[in-house]
DNA sequence: GAAAAGAACGAACGGTCGTTCTATTTTCAG
DNA sequence: CTGAAAATAGAACGACCGTTCGTTCTTTTC
C-alpha cells in the first residue's frame, strides 16, 4: 500500500548498520570504518552487514550522505524557521555550534575533507559535492542578508561565506584540542565581529 | 672529536627513511603510514626500518616532529628577519601561504589534528603541545605587534591568534577542495580586513 | 502447510598489518 | 687484517582486513 514509508526488515537493519557506523566514523573518520568491528557493534556477523552494502566504499558512501543529511536537518532546517537575513545567519552559526559540541570528538563531514580531500575517486568526488553544497547554502543566506539590507550592498557573498566558514573550522579544531567552550566563545565573538564588519 | 655532528651511518639513514616518511604522511597522514610501504620507498626491508624506532607510534611521534620542526623553518624563521609588529605578522601569514600551497595535498601537522584530538595517547600530547605550541608563537609576535603600537592597546591578543589561525585553516581546507589560488586570495583579503579591524 | 524469496550466518580466501627472531652483511676500531 | 659491534635482510608470527560462497534460518506468498 503505502510505497514510500514501507519500511520492511531490510530498510530497517539497514538503517540500524548506518547509524551505528556513523556513530563510529565520528570516533574513528571513514577511514577508521572497519566491517568487523561494525558488525560486532551492530550484533551481526561480517557477511550480514556486508550484504547490505555492495562494498565497503559504498558503505563509507552511505555514512557520508547520513551524515550531510543530519547535518542539514540539525543546523539548516530549524533556521528556516526564523525570518530570513541576518537572524537567520545567526541562527546557523548558533545551530552550528550545537553540531560542534554534540560532535565535539569529530565530524565526520570535516574528517572526511581531510581523509579525502588530496585523493580521488567517488568519495572524493561525493566530499566535494556536499561541501560544495553547503558552502553554497550558506552564500544564499547571506544575499538574503544582503537583500534584507541587513549587510552592505557592496557585500561579497562568497568572501563573508568563506570567513564564516573559517571559524566554524577553527571551533571544531581548538574545541577539539583545548576545550568546547572557550572555543565556542571566541568563534561567536569573530562573528559578530564580522557581522558588524559587513553592516551597512 | 666532534659529539654533535659526527653523522653516522644510522643517523643518515634514520633522517633519510625519516624524510620518505613525511612524503608519505602528507598525502596519507599519520595513520596511512605503514612499515611494509615506507621500507619499499626507503629500498630497504620491513626490519630494517622498524629497526630504526621500536614501534610504529614512535616512527609516527618522529615524523610529526620533524613536521613541526620544518614548519617553523619554514614558517616562523624566516619572519623573524623583519621587524617586529604588523610586518613580522604579515610575513608569518604569506609564509604560511606558501606552505600551505608546497603541501596542498595535505599538511601532516593538520591532519595529525583530525586524526589524534579525539583520543588519547603519545601522539594526541604531541599534538596538543605542538599545536599550543604555535598558538603560543603566533600571540607573542601579535602581543609585540600590539607594544609596537600597529595594533590597538586593546588587542585580545588570544582573540586574534584565534581568528588569524582560523582563515589559515579555511585556507588548507578551501585550497584542497576547491584549488590553492582563490583561497589564498580569500585568505589574505580576510586577514587584511583582520588587521584593520585590529588597529589603533 | 508447502514452496519460493529474502536475510543473516559461518567459514574460508588472499592480503597486509606491526612485530619478533635469527642470520647475514657491513662498518669500524685496534 | 682481524674481530667485535652495529646495521640490515629475510622469514615467520598472529591478527585483522575486505570479500566470496554455500548454507541455514526467517519471512512472505500462494
Redesign the pocket.
Known amino acids: 500500500m503505502n510505497t514510500t514509508t514501507a519500511p520492511?526488515?531490510?530498510a530497517a537493519?539497514r538503517e540500524m548498520i548506518l547509524d551505528r557506523a556513523y556513530a563510529m566514523a565520528c570516533n574513528d573518520g571513514l577511514e577508521g570504518?572497519?566491517?568487523?568491528?561494525l558488525?560486532q557493534a551492530a550484533?551481526?556477523?561480517?557477511?550480514?552487514?556486508?550484504?547490505?552494502f555492495?562494498?565497503?566504499?559504498d558503505?563509507q558512501l552511505a555514512v557520508l550522505e547520513l551524515g550531510a543529511q543530519r547535518f542539514m536537518d540539525n543546523v539548516l532546517l530549524p533556521a528556516l524557521k526564523t525570518p530570513r537575513g541576518l537572524p537567520r545567519l545567526r541562527a546557523i552559526v548558533e545551530n552550528w555550534c550545537d553540531w560542534a559540541q554534540r560532535y565535539e570528538r569529530g565530524c565526520v563531514l570535516l574528517s572526511a575533507v581531510g581523509e579525502y580531500d588530496g585523493r580521488d575517486g567517488a568519495l572524493h568526488d561525493a566530499v566535494v559535492r556536499q561541501q560544495s553544497g553547503w558552502r553554497g547554502q550558506l552564500e544564499k543566506a547571506i544575499g538574503q542578508a544582503v537583500d534584507e539590507a541587513h549587510l552592505g550592498r557592496g557585500t561579497d557573498v562568497s568572501q563573508l561565506a568563506f570567513e564564516i566558514y573559517a571559524f566554524m573550522l577553527v571551533l571544531h579544531h581548538d574545541a577539539g584540542l583545548f576545550g568546547f567552550e572557550e572555543a565556542r566563545r571566541r568563534t561567536l565573538s569573530a562573528v559578530d565581529r564580522l557581522f558588524a564588519s559587513y553592516r551597512t
Chains 1, 2 share one sequence.
Open positions: 520492511g526488515k531490510r537493519t570504518l572497519s566491517i568487523g568491528t558488525a550484533d551481526m556477523s561480517k557477511s550480514g552487514v556486508f550484504a547490505h555492495g562494498s565497503r566504499e558503505l
